[in-house]
């Protein structure tokens, strides 16, 4: 089996201007957050992003990095709206594609597929056809007749998703209660790259939980990295919680441009995930 | 024993979960804020004990306890990650009683965005799971904040899909829509007219049908005789402090 493992720094390097990137995790809940860090320090741009958002997409915005958007929502789940988004949306920075969370998940399952869409029908009557006239019907083509959404494949350039384990042959292992879409998020894209927590041995998954953990495989996977407190400040049950006091400082610096860049000065323009990891466990919180 | 404003909304919510829709009694109840929970969990521990609840992560209930933590005495009957969550959407199982920063006559519901969608003056939430909930099964709504920014003639982002938008898409593929309650700190309504237009269905104790109205902006249908909304029995109330609520994390929203 080859030997996938790689820094945070060659993940970047893999990644073009204007390139679709798929972001895994839930709102504020397992982000490859070391991997989006990475990504704000390098000259990387016009990216178009699709997660279900959390600080992931504020960080990115807040830093100029996206020129689109892919949603269902995007929210810090203890802080229900994430400001950084919030101001790009209104000062009209990034362009939006605004989804149903199920219709993310069937653009996503779509392109995992090779399918060229799947049908739900999920966003009928809603305004989301409104305002994305690149959504079309499909009427079923039986005896019912029924008109349903025809929702596109989301087709990802590259997905970045973060694990509790990995080992380096590029198979992950989720200990959390919920995989969430990162499965989806992995395949959907032309190639994934994965953090984690620990890279261990493979043959010490069974030690770590049950097969059924094991939601990743290596066909799914171009590159590994391992990256302990990676998610921080996002939870990664059950090896860390939300950093609750973290993601209030995070949250509070978007109200003011000095604060914001004493915060950014602090966490943010730092060399390597090592450095990070130091300025937090230094942090007053 | 009298009950607080945060208890007969409490209730009111529970009272949405009576007679499951679709005819079936086994459905997962998803109340999203803290009132629609109490209301809930009131209604799987008095007359409607086969609901499923969750604990928010991935865990479906069995037993009914507190709001505001995870109980370590809960028993797990189930497993529901997000994607199951989905499946389950689709498939109509559910009863979800969401929020509305806008809401309008016909039950259109608005979580996305304020002003214009391509620059928005507010942006919201998203619309989450709004559009896909809607079409596919049960719906009720809490807010707790009725005023005429809340109750709104028309919403800036149909995320939540209302009665005139289902009848425009045809019997076909309205066929699971149903909005069913909104219960806000004013009062309870429903669309049960001819036309399924927001109605009056009762006002919570000490409030004026003067008061609702001036904070509604729209014309509610108004019923010839409007009922008060129910108080808890004393048996609802001592599960309510007692067991269900024993903090009032309920008072605490209504206060926002």
Known sequence: MSDKRMTEAEVVGELRDGMTLGIGGWGSRRKPM?????????????????????????????????????????????????????????????????????MLQWGLYAA????????????????????????????????????????????LDASIIHMNRADAAGNGQYLGDDPYFDALFAVAARRCFMSAERIIPTADFASHGPKQSLCINRTMTSG???????AHFTACEPDYGRDEAFQREYAAAAADPAAYRAFKARYLDLASHDDYRKAVAGGVR | MSASLAEICAVACADAFRGASRGESEILASPIGTIPSIGARLAKATFAPDLLLTDGVASVVANVSAVGAIDASRVVEGWLPYRAIFDLVWSGRRHVMMGASQIDR??????????????????????????????????SY??????????????????GVGYDRARALGPRASRFHDIHRVVSNKGVFDFETPERAMRLRSLHPGISLDE??????????????????RSPTSDELRLLREVIDPQSLGGKELKG
């Open chain 1, 224 to 230: 590994v990295v391992e990256a302990p407190l990676g």
């Open chain 2, 142 to 159: 809490w807010i707790p904040g009725h005023s005429p920014r809340t109750f709104v003639a028309r919403v800036d982002f149909v995320s």
């Open chain 1, 34 to 102: 070391s991997l989006v860090r990475a990504i704000l320090r390098s000259p990387l741009k016009d990216l178009t992003v699709v997660s279900y958002g959390g600080p992931d997409v504020g960080l990115l915005c807040a830093a100029g990095k996206v020129k689109k958007l892919v949603y269902g929502f995007v929210s810090l789940d203890s802080i229900p709206l994430e400001p950084y988004f919030r101001a790009a949306r209104q000062s009209g920075a990034v362009e939006a594609v605004e989804l149903d969370e199920g």
């Open chain 1, 112 to 155: 995992s597929l090779r399918l060229p869409f799947l049908p739900t029908r999920a966003g009928l009557g809603s305004d989301l056809l409104r305002v994305n006239p690149a959504l079309r019907l499909v009427r079923s083509p039986y005896d019912d007749g029924e008109e349903l959404v025809a929702m596109p494949a989301l087709e």
């Open chain 2, 212 to 229: 609702v109205i001036q904070s509604t902006g729209f014309a509610l249908v108004i019923p010839e005789h409007v009922e008060e909304t």
């Open chain 2, 106 to 139: 016909h039950g259109n519901q608005n979580i996305a965005v304020i002003g214009p969608f391509e620059r928005p003056k507010a942006q919201l939430l998203g619309v989450r799971g709004a559009p896909g909930n809607t079409i596919n099964h049960r719906t």
